[in-house]
Nanobody, 124 residues
Framework: QVQLVESGGGLVQAGGSLRLSCAASGRTFGRYTMGWFRQAPGKEREFVTGISWSGGITLYGDSVKGRFTISRDNAKNTVYLQMNSLKPEDTAVYYC?????????????????WGQGTQVTVSS
């Protein structure tokens, strides 16, 4: 099993940047494909981005392409989400997730482990 803890959320003005981190417990972090999802009030959970266990394959949701970047450091058991050019519509709780298969996907039901989430609020 793996436990995930997100950090780095907060309040930022539109056009600003934030970097989220997700720290994972356990010695097998490098075997997990990681993903970020988000959920705004009254909306369904939305796929943001995912990264393969090696970091060689990434996948992005259409709404964040060109603005967000996912990366991972397997030596530190951490995955990052760099968010630039933030918009008010990016406001949501952001969740880190892990799955045991190789390729990142946009389907939340394929992810086995979830963090508790971190709030990101973008003011206009």
């Amino acid at each position: 099993q793996v436990q995930l803890v997100e950090s780095g959320g907060g309040l930022v003005q539109a056009g600003g940047s934030l970097r989220l981190s997700c720290a994972a417990s356990g010695r097998t972090f490098g075997r997990y494909t990681m993903g970020w999802f988000r959920q705004a009030p009254g909306k369904e959970r939305e796929f943001v981005t995912g990264i393969s266990w090696s970091g060689g394959i990434t996948l992005y949701g259409d709404s964040v392409k060109g603005r967000f970047t996912i990366s991972r450091d397997n030596a530190k058991n951490t995955v990052y989400l760099q968010m630039n050019s933030l918009k008010p519509e990016d406001t949501a709780v952001y969740y880190c997730a892990a799955k045991t298969r190789d390729l990142p996907t946009a389907y939340d039901y394929e992810y086995n482990y979830w963090g508790q989430g971190t709030q990101v609020t973008v003011s206009s």
